[in-house]
């Protein structure tokens, strides 16, 4: 297992955590994918979404950065967490099982632990 998977890991400890994955918000591409990979959205659709809501938001006169969007489902909640840096923003992305766990310990996980995946 590499570091960056590692540290991706941790966040699978968080009750209802299923997958995680760390993808540039640019181009969609996916470094690292843990648990169960079959249960994230594909890279490409997580920054085109992520795109798509910062422009909507600029066009609705919000101002600030975008920091987390949240979708749920009848089972899932998928969250993505845009970790800014320099050059291109990367994304953390994780999908719950909306029965087994706490969105809102899972969306503060993902900010204040974000940066340690690239540390």
Do not use: K
Not at 23 to 45: F, H, P
Not at 87 to 97: N, Q, S, V
């Amino acid at each position: 297992m590499t570091t960056l998977e590692e540290s991706l890991s941790r966040f699978l400890d968080l009750p209802g955590v299923t997958t995680v994955a760390l993808v540039d918000a640019v181009t969609g591409l996916t470094y690292s994918v843990v648990g169960e990979a079959g249960e994230m959205e594909d890279g490409i659709e997580c920054a085109e979404l992520t795109t798509l809501v910062t422009e909507r938001l600029c066009e609705a006169g919000a101002t600030g950065d975008l920091e987390s969007v949240i979708v749920t489902t009848t089972s899932r909640y998928h969250a993505l967490h845009v970790m800014r840096r320099q050059g291109e923003p990367l994304l953390i992305t994780a999908t719950l099982d909306r029965q087994r766990s706490n969105l809102a310990l899972a969306v503060r996980s993902l900010t204040d632990h974000a940066e340690d995946v690239l540390a």
